[in-house]
């Protein structure tokens, strides 16, 4: 039962273009978004997150869009570089004392920039 | 700045064998996680621990077991590797309040079972 879906598992654009990542979720009780960057070899590091109170962060070149009704958020990129180039991870969190930090991960999508 | 490091960044063992990976992290984090990341799959969670000598399963717990006898120091335990525990392994770390923290990552253990 995959709860935070990437349906994308790549995404290829040209440098300087916007990159839309795109994730879907099935738990309601999902009330903290975040997404995370992945190098090879290297640990996923956090790039952006966004609380189910609010619609958009945006934070430099990166925004998160959040639409609750449709349980879908996308990551905005731009303008899209080379080395943007990596996997990205959607991840929700349900909240809440007894989550302990607990987050649930999609599958990644691997975006490619073009110089 | 956060630092959460992994004993190891490759290892090779033999199926059967028991293999120790082990995790520090130097913020005081509350929160330890142990992943294992597969092409397609994403990461999944394999156990997490709350607190000193706490740990609860995640979603695929199977063939693995943890310890946390210090803060800052998390071990995940393979108690007889097999080949289909071949995957890339990570650990995270977080504070604990009420759920909305970004998760500190390690580098990754790519684990091969031959």
């Known amino acids: 039962d995959q709860q935070v879906k990437q349906n994308s598992p790549s995404l290829s654009v040209q440098e300087g273009r916007i990159s839309i990542l795109n994730c879907d979720y099935t738990?309601?009780?999902?009330?903290?978004f975040l997404w995370y960057k992945k190098y090879p070899a290297e640990g996923p590091t956090f790039l952006i997150s966004?609380?189910?109170?609010?619609d958009k962060n945006e934070d430099g070149r990166f925004t998160v869009f959040l639409n609750k009704s449709a349980k879908h958020l996308s990551l905005h990129i731009v303008p899209s570089q080379p080395g943007d180039s990596a996997v990205y991870f959607c991840?929700?969190?349900?909240?809440?004392?007894?989550?302990?930090?607990?987050?649930?991960f999609g599958q990644g999508t691997i975006l490619t920039v073009h110089p | 700045d956060v630092k959460v490091t992994q004993s190891s960044r490759y290892l090779v063992k033999r199926t059967g064998e028991k293999v120790f990976l082990e995790c520090v992290q130097d913020m005081d984090h509350e929160n330890m996680f142990w992943y294992r990341q597969d092409p397609g799959l994403g990461l999944r969670l394999i156990y997490f621990?709350?607190?000193?000598?706490?740990?609860e399963k995640g979603d695929i717990p199977e063939g693995y077991s943890v310890s946390r006898e210090k803060k800052e120091r998390f071990s995940l335990i393979l108690e007889s590797a097999s080949t289909n525990q071949t995957s890339m392994y990570l650990c995270a770390s977080s504070f604990s309040s009420g759920g909305m923290d970004e998760q500190y990552f390690g580098p990754g253990t790519r684990l091969t079972v031959t």
């Open positions: 966004i609380s189910s109170i609010k």
């Open positions: 991840a929700a969190s349900a909240g809440g004392g007894t989550s302990y930090g607990k987050l649930t």
């Open positions: 621990s709350y607190d000193v000598k706490m740990k």
């Open positions: 738990n309601s009780m999902f009330d903290y």
